[in-house]
């Protein structure tokens, strides 16, 4: 497994071997003693499936209360996901780093405590997988806007074209939203 630091400090991009033959592939995606010397937690206590269609846009969410470090993967198709730091005191604050995962290249990303995550699904269906550090907190859970122009992500798609829940058409923008210290 190779670990790369992104321009985010403290979000990795995890690739894997993945060995390929005339049968398809195979590849490890948790092996606890390779991630906790990269710097992972050992402890997880879920573990949390989506399945999306094209030009679905999920996010940006975070939990305030009981704060989620997430580990995200693609099982089949891909998605650009997308990490923000949303720690006021970061200096790196508002910024964020976007990554393809695809089932093809068997990237993951992890994201640490105090980061928002959103994704946009790239390919008809995409199977979302993702390890949390704590459990979902409906009081806590924070939504700011995926087209914040304050944050400025980059996303591949036409905003006519984004499918969004109810939850996030009524994200706040980040400068209205409860942020971490």
């Avoid at 398809?24 to 906790?36: D, T, Y």
């Avoid at 995962?101 to 994704?119: R, V």
């Amino acid at each position: 497994m190779t670990v790369t630091e992104t321009s985010l400090p403290g979000v990795l991009v995890l690739t894997p071997k993945i060995y390929r033959d005339n049968r398809g592939a195979f590849w490890e995606s948790w092996n606890q003693k390779l991630m906790v010397a990269a710097g992972l937690p050992a402890e997880w206590v879920q573990d949390n499936c989506s399945v999306s269609q094209k030009n679905v846009i999920r996010g940006i969410h975070y939990q305030i209360l009981q704060p989620q470090g997430k580990l995200v993967r693609v099982m089949y198709g891909a998605v650009l996901d997308v990490a923000v730091d949303l720690r006021k005191s970061s200096p790196t604050f508002g910024k964020y780093v976007a990554v393809e995962l695809s089932e093809e290249n068997g990237k993951m990303l992890w994201i640490p405590e105090g980061f928002g995550h959103a994704f946009l699904a790239l390919t008809d269906t995409v199977g979302f997988a993702y390890k949390v550090t704590d459990y979902y907190s409906q009081q806590g859970e924070r939504t700011i806007a995926w087209d914040d122009p304050e944050i400025g992500i980059g996303w591949p798609i036409n905003p006519a074209q984004a499918i969004l829940s109810d939850k996030d058409r009524g994200a706040v923008r980040l400068r209205d939203a409860e942020i971490f210290a």
